[in-house]
Every structure is written in structure tokens, then in C-alpha cells.
């Protein structure tokens, strides 16, 4: 008895730990990370119903440039809809960014990674982590309704033709070849 109790007094206390500090957060990016690795949450790479989508969004880049989306008709884009504060969107990063370098040279593929953050949040964010893709946030706040998730991290691809083909909701793992060979297909 004696035992127990002082294991169950143990985990209290690493709990408590973890949750006063703010650590608990870390903690889980790390466990969802680990949760990827194992590829069951690998990203589908089958066609969703097509969907058209809206090109009246305009959105800020952390760099200051504004965006009109009506400038990407006839790309493929990624867009990964985002927050700072959301352990799975964390999780999903580095894969991510890893997707984004293959892609970047080749401008097969636009990445669009919307922040529902401040911009000030999501430039302090990528330059603590080192990430390069092109972040934005929506200007005015405003974003049409076929972009508006119903949780985060929400993750969608769409054809030139202005279609969405392919919609995540929830952390996945984009870091594949099989996804890889999927965004190419579509380029093609």
C-alpha cells in the first residue's frame, strides 16, 4: 500500500511539474511526433469530391508582402491552416517543412501554411524553430467559409483548376514519397 501510494504521489508530482511549468505542451508535440513516425497517420493520397474553391481571400506574409489568392489560379496549392498554440499542428512541422524544401526549387507546388495566430506569434514561432516555409496570416481576419476548419490542423490541397482534391483534418504525415508522388501528379 505503502508502495502504490508513493508511486501515485511520484505522478502527481511530474504532472504537476509538467503543468505549472507549461511543459505538458512540449511533452505532447513530442509524443505526437513519435505518433508519426509509426505511419498510421500518414496523409491519404486518394481524390476527395471536388470541390471549387473560393479565390476571394487575401492573406499577409510574415515577411509583410500581401498575397491576393486570385495570383495562384493554375497552381497546385498546399495549404495547411494552422496555430502556435496547437500541439498537433506542431507535430506536423517538421514533416512538413521537409515536404516544403523538396518542393521549393521546383515551384510544382505553392505552400500556403494560414496562421490563425498574431503575425507577431508566427514570426517569433518560425525563427525559434527554423522553418521556411512561407507562412501568412488571413488580412482582416476574414476568410471564406470553404477555408474555415472545423478544427486545426486542417490541411488542403487544390488542383490548377481550382478545385479542392484533397482535405486533412487533423495531424497527419505529409513527409512520404507516396504523398510526395501524389502533389507530383497532380503538377503534372
Known sequence: MKKQLSEWLLIIIIIGVLYFTGWY????????????LTGAFDANTEYVAKEKIDYNLTLKSTQGDTLHFSELKGKVIFMNIWATWCPPCKAEMPGI?????????????????????????VKSYLKHFGYTFPAYTPLGRRIPEIYRPNSIPTTL????????????????????????????????
Open 25 to 36: 505542451k512540449e511533452v505532447a508535440v513530442f509524443l505526437q511526433k513519435g505518433l508519426l
Open 97 to 121: 517543412e521537409n515536404l516544403y524544401k523538396d518542393f521549393s526549387e521546383s515551384n510544382k507546388v505553392t505552400f500556403i501554411m494560414l496562421a490563425l495566430d498574431s503575425e507577431s506569434k
Open 157 to 188: 490541397v487544390i488542383s490548377p483548376e481550382g478545385e479542392i482534391v484533397a482535405k486533412e483534418v487533423g495531424m497527419k504525415n505529409y513527409d512520404t514519397k507516396k504523398y510526395r508522388r501524389f502533389l507530383n501528379k497532380l503538377a503534372n
